[in-house]
Every structure is written in structure tokens, then in C-alpha cells.
T-cell receptor, first 111, second 114 residues
Framework: AQRVTQPEKLLSVFKGAPVELKCNYS??????LFWYVQYSRQRLQLLLR??SRESIKGFTADLNKGETSFHLKKPFAQEEDSAMYYC?????????????FGRGTSLIVHP | DTAVSQTPKYLVTQMGNDKSIKCEQN?????MYWYKQDSKKFLKIMFS???????INETVPNRFSPKSPDKAHLNLHINSLELGDSAVYFC?????????????FGPGTRLTVL
């Protein structure tokens, strides 16, 4: 069974500080991993996915298969980054899939 | 405005009642989902439909019944509501049902059962 663990319920940093939101997963096959973000009073939306290897809003995430991790990082946090972040795993299962989300980490960036 | 929309946004009701939440997407997607976000912020998939056919049905009580009249709509009907059903319910859609398909979420419906 797949599992996604986000060990931190809350992460509080000051503006300009580096940010790392942790995500560890458990899955026997090759997963696809995502980070979703939910800003206050807005809907959940995709932030980035590991296959794209892109940087969105200054955030990056590298899939580390050895450590089974997909941590989300940003070198300099901004106040507008304050939001709820969800790590999600998507395995392939017979052509359809059952996505699994972590419990979410609330990021608060103080001025 | 292209998006995933849900109605109502808030739903407060008594235990034992039957209620429905509606979801519509105008993105032309083939697959739609219902998620439940509980008080601890866990986001868990409940159902998934692809081209109006049920493809994912997680361990959800029979009181929950999804209905997809067409590809653009996936409604969630809940019978005999219980206190534990209080949560935020998110609808989502994606182009296909594959692992690489990005999901687009609705704004959520906050259900409170008294």
C-alpha cells in the first residue's frame, strides 16, 4: 500500500529564510509525485510535479528514490507563500490510479 | 470562466437528513473525482468516474452515492447524514485517468452535520 508522510503539521519561518517542506513516501513501484497548494480562501491547485523538473514560484522538489523523499524547497520565503501544502503520490494501477495525499503542512511566512 | 465548480459552498444540516452536492467542470475533462478532507486536513479520495463510469470506489459507506449524468457533472448524494460526515468535500477533474494527469480542484463544500 502506498503512503505519503508529511511530518510537519506547521512550519513557521520569517520572510527571506529558506524553506523546506518534507515529504516521504512509501510505494514499491515507480511513483509520480506532486505538490499541491491551497492558499487562504482559494481552491487546491497543482504547484509542481517531479516529472516536469520545473521551478514554480521559486519552489523546487527533487525526487530522491534512495531516501523515498520529495521535499519541497525554496531558498527565500515570501509572505505570499503562506498556504497549506500537500504532497501527493500517484502510482499506476491497471490504467487508472488511486492518488494518495499527505496530511498537509501549513506554511506561515512572517514579515 | 473555465473551472471546476461546486454547489453549495456551505451546507449545514441535521443528522439523518439526505443531501446532495453538485459538481460541474467545463474543462472538457473525461475524469472526475470526489475527495473528503476531514478535520485533521487529511485529503482522501472517495470516488472517481471516467467517461461517466465508476473507476475508483474507495472504502466509503453505502450512504454515499455518486451520480454522473454526463462527463461534465459528478454529483454526490449522501443519505442518513451522520456527525462524522462533517468535512470539506472537494470535487476535481482531470483530462484522463492516468497517473500523470493533473487534477483541477473545485473550491470545496463545507458540510456541517448537527
Amino acid at each position: 500500500a502506498q503512503r505519503v508522510t508529511q511530518p510537519e503539521k506547521l512550519l513557521s519561518v520569517f520572510k527571506g529564510a529558506p524553506v523546506e517542506l518534507k515529504c516521504n513516501y512509501s510505494y514499491s513501484g515507480s511513483p509520480e509525485l506532486f505538490w499541491y497548494v491551497q492558499y487562504s480562501r482559494q481552491r487546491l491547485q497543482l504547484l509542481l510535479r517531479h516529472i516536469s523538473r520545473e521551478s514554480i514560484k521559486g519552489f523546487t522538489a527533487d525526487l530522491n528514490k534512495g531516501e523515498t523523499s520529495f521535499h519541497l524547497k525554496k531558498p527565500f520565503a515570501q509572505e505570499e507563500d503562506s498556504a497549506m501544502y500537500y504532497c501527493a503520490l500517484s502510482p499506476a494501477s491497471g490504467g487508472s490510479y488511486i492518488p494518495t495525499f499527505g496530511r498537509g503542512t501549513s506554511l506561515i511566512v512572517h514579515p | 470562466d473555465t473551472a471546476v465548480s461546486q454547489t453549495p459552498k456551505y451546507l449545514v444540516t441535521q443528522m439523518g437528513n439526505d443531501k446532495s452536492i453538485k459538481c460541474e467542470q467545463n474543462l472538457g475533462h473525461d475524469t472526475m473525482y470526489w475527495y473528503k478532507q476531514d478535520s485533521k486536513k487529511f485529503l482522501k479520495i472517495m470516488f472517481s468516474y471516467n467517461n461517466k463510469e465508476l473507476i475508483i470506489n474507495e472504502t466509503v459507506p453505502n450512504r454515499f452515492s455518486p451520480k454522473s449524468p454526463d462527463k461534465a457533472h459528478l454529483n454526490l448524494h449522501i443519505n442518513s447524514l451522520e456527525l462524522g460526515d462533517s468535512a470539506v468535500y472537494f470535487c476535481a477533474s482531470s483530462q484522463g485517468a492516468g497517473e500523470s494527469d493533473t487534477q483541477y480542484f473545485g473550491p470545496g463544500t463545507r458540510l456541517t452535520v448537527l
